[in-house]
């Protein structure tokens, strides 16, 4: 998969510029706050249809305007692309090939694409939530029925958390169960899937992270929880868990357990990297992740996604920098840097300067 060309209209600091991009490495470069980060971030908006940075979409509209376009054309295995976002204060439209989708499910896998800036090693350093983020939006765009599944987890959810709240407790309890039969349909696909691309990404994260390091550490990634091989066990599982949870899930006035609690143990050496790490390590063990994950997309679709690296090289060393390189060689990637001297050691690569929103020639 490959972008070839990227328009912005109107979003974040550009009114209008069109970027053309080639099929290997793409570097953005120039002053800090021109517009590099808002240029990858509307590539993966393309992707997934979420911002890395932020939750609210009229965010992404220039000030003093009422509306933002981001469109590109795109190349898969499949044939030509072309997807649209027209964000307004109130709402947004999504268009691929011309015609209207409703769902956002619709959007994932036409063109995937993995992103990475300093801000990731939240996934890491921060709380159980960051890396079932990380997880949902990775599977999400090679399984469109686990997106589904999360929605539809996340709607039934909310409802049993509301029922919880009520007064009449004798009700609560009469009806929690009707709640978990459909809750339960969902978990189970979600937890199933999550199995399944842990047991593809640990391995592949702990080769990637080796060579990072020359293999001086061990990167070893694994969930936190196991419940069962078959989705009917673990649907099975996963109703005896709500059913012996009632009575503190009422006390509290939420769902205490599931997927929706469920974390990604992360460990360097066999300490946990979260209350353990360095920086460093803690910055090459998330980009060994991102790198797995790349990995995956390719064995599974049969071709790259776009890899989005922002700001990734004024954070490592000279020799982590080379074997990055390395790694990327033949995926089409955007990456974002100051100076492009301090990264390129040499190599050809299309070069886009960047200032106040605009390329410079």
């Not at 109107?10 to 793409?26: C, I």
């Not at 929605?151 to 007064?167: D, F, G, T, V």
């Not at 009449?168 to 691309?197: G, H, K, M, N």
């Amino acid at each position: 998969m490959r972008i070839q060309s990227l328009r912005l209209q109107n979003f974040r600091n550009y009114a209008d510029e069109e970027f053309t991009f080639g099929d290997g490495l793409n570097v953005l470069y120039g002053k800090n706050a021109q517009g590099k980060t808002n240029c990858a971030e509307a590539v993966f908006y393309l992707c997934t249809g979420v911002s890395p940075r932020t939750s609210h979409d009229r965010q992404l509209i220039r000030r003093g305007e009422q509306r933002a376009l981001i469109s590109a054309r795109g190349q898969t295995r499949f044939g030509g692309v072309t997807i649209e976002a027209e964000i307004f204060e109130s709402g947004r439209e999504i268009r691929v090939n011309g015609a209207r989708i409703a769902r956002n499910a619709d959007l994932l896998g036409n063109i995937n694409g993995v992103f990475f800036s300093p801000g990731e090693l939240r996934m890491i350093q921060d709380g159980p939530e960051e890396r079932r983020r990380f997880l949902n939006v990775s599977i999400s765009q090679m399984y469109r029925s686990y997106y589904t599944a999360l929605i539809r987890y996340n709607k039934i959810l909310e409802q049993r958390n509301a029922l919880l709240k009520e007064r009449d407790v004798s009700l609560v309890f009469e009806t929690l169960p009707v709640w978990d039969a459909q809750l339960c349909r969902y978990a189970a696909e979600i937890v199933e899937r999550r199995a399944e691309y842990v047991s593809l990404l640990s391995p592949i994260a702990a080769e990637k992270h080796a060579r990072l390091t020359d293999g001086a550490e061990h990167l070893e990634i694994r969930s936190d929880k196991h419940y069962g091989t078959t989705r009917e066990e673990i649907e099975k599982r996963l109703a005896e868990e709500f059913a012996n949870n009632y009575e503190k899930d009422v006390k509290l006035g939420f769902t205490t357990v599931g997927p929706h609690r469920d974390d990604l143990k992360i460990y360097i050496g066999g300490a946990e990297a979260r209350v353990y790490g360095s920086q460093g390590q803690t910055r090459t063990a998330a980009l060994s992740l991102k790198l797995a994950e790349t990995e995956i997309f390719s064995k599974l679709s049969g071709e790259s996604p776009v890899l989005i690296l922002d700001d990734v090289m004024s954070e490592l060393d000279l020799p982590r920098r080379r074997k990055l390189l390395g790694e990327i060689e033949g995926i089409q990637t955007v990456l974002t840097c100051t100076h492009t001297e301090k990264v390129l050691f040499g190599r050809t690569v299309r070069k886009i300067r960047i200032a106040n929103g605009k390329i410079k020639n």
